[in-house]
């Protein structure tokens, strides 16, 4: 053993060494032995993970404990006077609340039509991309666009297109009626522009997931079906689908869960009107916490909203895990 | 002679189609562009307008201390916004990349007891809504002075960036081969010297990429750097939108000239990084 | 139905796969098309399929040119070499799966389905997935997807090569059962040649997208077109020996002058005639076919045993002295390396090649009449 030790792992030795040396570890006892128990191999996993933890800790998860804290008190930021203690009445005052259920049910439907969209339209670029033709490169590259631009730029500029009087959707929509085109006024129209304007965003982001299920599928499957005579229909729903069905489940839940926090959007483009029409969940603990400083109560709706994440998050965890073992 | 075309390829009628297609879906964006290049009268012009002389004024005022033509004096004081945002999120991804790519090779060379756990929580800490945390992390700030400062934002950036970092990085270190590892090893090599030389050499791109995307997310940012960024340390987000609530209304011609500045390095970043691309956006939980 | 290529050619750009070839193939016959990778065999077979389509020449099935057809209008069956096993449906499905295009009842589907199971043993694993499946299992099923339907011919892509030694030599039995009982033309493609010479009616070889020779695999086995064919088929490899030719001796032998000066003077046949004085030629002879004798003649050469390599029921020596000459031997026959030996050659079994062309071909088997090359 001694004469194997050396040459395969020498940290492992010198520290095995310097922990059998009688008097503990060079360098006298205390720090020396905290430095060799802190190189010794079992710690380097933990170690090396360390300064995230930390930073993780300090940023997420201390915020997270305080604001769960904070959420079974009446804590008013800009007042002064000390918060009492309230227990569970902030979670009763949210979960009862009719206009919570009502930013809840808006944030649905923004997240769903959304999402819906994305995939319809995701899926048809996909199927537009699978095949090779010249510049294909290049115009995948100008539909990969929308998705990274800021959330802000897009607010910004899709707020201009929505315009009444000099954008670009009423001016098209002008030239079909007389009458100018507000659509930003509406409670439907505003909620129709935010879902166009989230929907085209991020449907390449379904294009490239189902994109990569479509060029997945190995050429001689197709082949083989060309050779069955199978129709084009029965080709894609058993030998292409399969091969997308997982890729597509993925799609979804990683964007509704994104789709979920929208705010930025929100903000720029109608601030969450008219009224609160478009105010999604988000925009409604924005308002609520830094707004009207009801910060006891926004940190209750918070941690519903956590919660809700958690649950959709581990879905979407299952379903990556599954397809990785699948892997057809 | 075979007129009959093989499986699986298309021409030129497909590359017209998806052409349409692409202008279509890309012409917000187009008019975008086309709008950095316009006067002020021409950028809120009713009909909208194609077709106009250009000018780069819009350019200009971008970076100096000046307004765009054709408008009320606007100073603008965007050369230190962008400062800011290049430094706050370069920093940030920077030492958020050093830090998860420590946690990432831990993660999947020593993979601890309940590993797939921390990398769930760590997971659910980037997906949360950002509004949960932004309460106390007001508060904090508010309490050590940090807000309005550089160092506040900056760490938290960090920790916006940590748990995509380590997903991404650790999908690079799981696809390397570690018999490589375990010959470097039989040949003498310590622990530390296998991460550097072996390790580390082979995943550069992918550290490249993990930067390069940590770095859009992060430069988009908004509603952190509303609430915790000051007059000095505003980036560029918060910029633009404040140029929205001005009395004068929206300077348009200016904000797509931003827009359309970052939109050079984008482009160069997306063909660049085309193969990373699905790794990118689905923070390293899909390969492909 | 008959398949008949003429003058095919496929090219990828400057490469020419296929090369102007002549093909024929009859109803209810079998034929292989052999040869190393990168020969044009499976581009071959992929334009009989209608998955390539020719550049140059016709290919015809049941009389007809169907050069501008789709491999779904032409109507043929295939097997690939990785089974393209759909992944999604279970065996039974799969099999079924061309059924559907023909417009037959389900049970008349189910009917077709379980007789072709049967016949392959398929009937255990119906309901599996081909991820569950071993590979003898996955190419039976992919078989079994070609005979389930009634096609104008069967293509079958390196049906073998993905299986081990032991499941190959029992597939090689099954499949030949199965494609005597088919009354379409079928071709092969696979680079192995004892796949080949068992499963064949006959061969063709190919070398860089030409066809070197058409035959039944006796006749390519005893009779070589070429020295490439000759070197090709058979294992352990002909042996190749350079020579001039000195002149011709009474009762059909030729007089040999080889390398390092040694003669021999063996019977040749009736090639004798036209191999011109002086020319150089090379000698073929099979390891199996050179004999140890104790004393040294005319008609042999002197080799000292470099190497012995057992293999069993018979014994490899590595010959020096003649460039890589190999024999092959009884086991029970001694042998010691280093050993001085002289080995004959019998009478009417070597070959000489003149500018890589055959120019002595052995009695030809009788075969039949439209089978003839």
Redesign the interface.
Same mark, same amino acid.
């Given at each position: 053993m001694a004469e194997v030790a050396p040459?395969?792992?020498? &940290?492992r030795s010198a520290a095995a060494a310097r922990d059998a040396s009688p008097s503990g570890a060079g360098g006298g006892g205390g720090s020396g032995g905290f430095m060799s128990w802190l190189k010794a191999?079992e710690r380097?996993?933990?170690?090396?993970?360390a300064?995230?933890?930390i930073?993780?800790f !300090?940023?997420?998860?201390?915020?997270?404990l305080?604001?769960f804290g904070?959420s079974f008190f009446n804590y008013r930021?800009n007042r002064v006077k000390e918060p009492d203690f309230v227990g569970f009445r902030n979670f009763e005052r949210v979960l009862t609340d009719e206009d919570v259920w009502e930013r809840f049910q808006t944030t649905a439907l923004i997240v769903g039509s959304s999402v819906l969209l994305q995939l319809i339209v995701g899926f048809l670029?996909a199927l537009? /991309?699978a095949?090779?033709?010249? @510049?294909?490169?290049i115009?995948m @590259?100008?539909?990969?666009? *929308? @998705? @990274?631009?800021? +959330? #802000?730029?897009v607010g !910004?500029? /899709?707020?201009?297109?929505y315009e009444p009087? /000099?954008?670009?959707v009423s001016?098209v929509v002008n030239l079909f009626s007389d009458t100018p085109f507000a659509l930003l006024a509406t409670p439907e129209g505003a909620l129709a522009g935010i879902i166009l304007a989230d929907a085209?965003m991020w449907s390449p +982001?379904v294009m490239?997931?189902v994109l990569?299920g479509l060029v997945?599928v *190995?050429? %001689?499957? %197709?082949?083989?079906? &060309?050779?069955?005579?199978?129709?084009s229909w029965?080709r894609f729903r058993?030998?292409t689908f *399969?091969y997308i069905k997982s890729?597509l489940l993925?799609a979804v839940l990683?964007r509704t869960? &994104?789709t979920?926090?929208i /705010?930025?959007i929100i903000?720029?483009i109608t601030e969450g009107g008219p009224g609160t029409a478009t105010e999604s969940?988000?925009v409604n !603990?924005?308002r609520v916490?830094?707004q009207n400083f009801r910060?006891s109560q926004?940190?209750a709706l918070? %941690?519903i909203?956590?919660f809700i994440?958690?649950v959709?998050?581990?879905l979407?965890?299952y379903s #990556?895990n599954r397809r990785q073992q699948e892997a057809? | 002679m075979a007129i009959r075309r093989d499986v699986g390829k298309a021409g030129w009628g497909q590359s017209a189609f998806a052409l349409a297609v692409g202008i279509v879906y890309f012409f917000p964006v187009l008019w975008i562009i086309l709008t950095a290049f316009k006067t002020r009268p021409d950028a809120l012009a009713t009909p909208p307008k194609l077709f106009f002389t250009p000018t780069l004024d819009n350019f200009r005022a971008v970076f100096f201390r000046q307004s765009s033509t054709g408008g009320e004096g606007q100073a603008t004081d965007f050369a230190l916004y962008f400062f800011n945002s290049i430094f706050v999120a370069g920093t940030a991804v920077l030492l958020a990349v050093i830090i998860g790519t420590l946690a990432a090779y831990a993660f999947s060379r020593h993979p601890l007891r309940g590993n797939d756990t921390y990398l769930f929580i760590i997971l659910t800490t980037r997906m949360m809504p950002p509004i949960i945390v932004i309460i106390p992390i007001f508060l904090m700030f508010r309490v050590t002075g940090l807000a309005g400062g550089y160092w506040g934002i900056l760490l938290l950036y960090t920790a916006f960036n940590i748990p995509f970092s380590i997903w991404l990085v650790k999908s690079f270190f799981d696809e390397l081969n570690p018999e490589i590892e375990d010959a470097a090893r039989m040949d003498g090599a310590t622990d530390w010297r296998v991460f550097f030389g072996v390790c580390i050499p082979q995943v550069v791109a992918g550290l490249a990429a993990t930067f390069v995307f940590g770095l859009i997310l992060t430069w988009n940012e908004f509603l952190f750097a509303l609430l915790l960024t000051g007059v000095e340390t505003r980036t560029v987000p918060v910029a633009m939108a404040r140029t929205l609530g001005g009395n004068v209304g929206a300077d348009y011609g200016l904000l797509a000239a931003i827009v359309t500045l970052f939109l050079i390095p984008i482009f160069f970043v997306t063909f660049l990084l085309q193969n990373q691309l699905l790794r990118g956006v689905t923070f390293g939980t899909v390969k492909k | 139905m008959s398949i008949e290529l003429r003058a095919a050619t496929k090219r990828y750009g400057a490469l020419t796969a296929v090369n102007a070839i002549d093909l024929d193939v009859a109803d209810g016959q079998v034929l292989c098309l052999l040869g190393p990778s990168g020969c044009g065999k499976t581009t071959t077979l992929r334009m009989i399929a209608g998955l390539e389509g020719a550049d140059d020449g016709t290919v015809s099935i049941g009389g007809r040119v169907v050069n501008e057809l789709s491999a779904r209008e032409r109507n043929v069956a295939m097997s690939f070499q990785f089974y393209a096993l759909y992944p999604s449906l279970t065996v039974a499905e799969n099999l079924a799966y061309p059924l559907h295009a023909e417009g037959l009842s389900s049970a008349r589907i189910r009917e077709r389905v379980g007789e072709v199971s049967q016949v392959l043993q398929l009937d255990g694993i119906l309901a599996r997935r081909p991820g569950q499946l071993a590979e003898g299992e996955k190419q039976r099923v992919a078989v079994g997807r070609s005979i389930v339907r009634d096609p104008t011919c069967f293509l079958f892509d390196e049906p073998l090569s993905r299986l081990d030694v032991q499941l190959r030599e029992k597939m090689r039995g099954e499949i030949k059962e199965v494609l005597q009982g088919l009354s379409r033309p079928t071709v092969i493609v696979t680079h192995d040649q004892l796949e080949a010479l068992t499963m064949a009616d006959r061969i063709a070889v190919m070398r860089d997208g030409r066809i070197e020779q058409v035959d039944t695999p006796h006749e390519v086995f005893a009779n070589p077109a070429n020295l490439f064919v000759a070197g090709f088929i058979g294992t352990p490899q002909m042996n190749l020996l350079e020579a001039v030719y000195d002149r011709a001796l009474d009762g059909g032998r030729g007089r040999f002058t080889l390398e390092g000066g040694q003669t021999l003077s063996i019977e040749i046949g009736a090639g004798i005639d036209s191999l011109p004085a002086g020319a150089t030629v090379t000698l073929g002879i099979r390891p199996r076919n050179l004999k140890i004798v104790a004393e040294a003649g005319e008609d042999c050469l002197s080799f000292s045993i470099d190497l012995i390599e057992p293999m069993g029921a018979e014994t490899l020596a590595h010959l020096s002295e003649g460039a890589g000459v190999r024999l092959v031997t009884d086991w029970r026959h001694p042998l010691a390396e280093g050993e001085r030996v002289h080995v004959c050659f019998p009478p009417g079994v070597t070959h000489v090649f003149l500018e890589e062309k055959l120019m002595t071909a052995r009695h030809r088997m009788p075969v039949d009449e439209e089978h003839a090359a």
């Open positions: 040459v395969l792992d020498t &940290e191999p380097r996993g933990p170690l090396l993970v300064p995230a933890i930073v993780l !300090v940023m997420n998860i201390f915020p997270l305080w604001s904070l930021a670029l537009l /991309f095949r090779q033709f010249p @510049m294909r490169r115009l @590259m100008l539909v990969l666009t *929308p @998705m @990274m631009l800021s +959330f #802000v730029s !910004v500029f /899709f707020k201009l297109y009087t /000099f954008g670009l001016w085209w +982001f490239l997931l990569a997945s *190995p050429k %001689y499957l %197709y082949e083989a079906a &060309e050779i069955d005579r199978a129709s029965r058993t030998i *399969p890729l993925l990683f869960i &994104e979920f926090k /705010f930025d903000y720029i969940i988000a !603990v924005y916490a830094f910060t926004s940190a918070g %941690y909203i956590l994440v958690i959709l998050t581990n979407y965890l #990556v057809i | - | -």
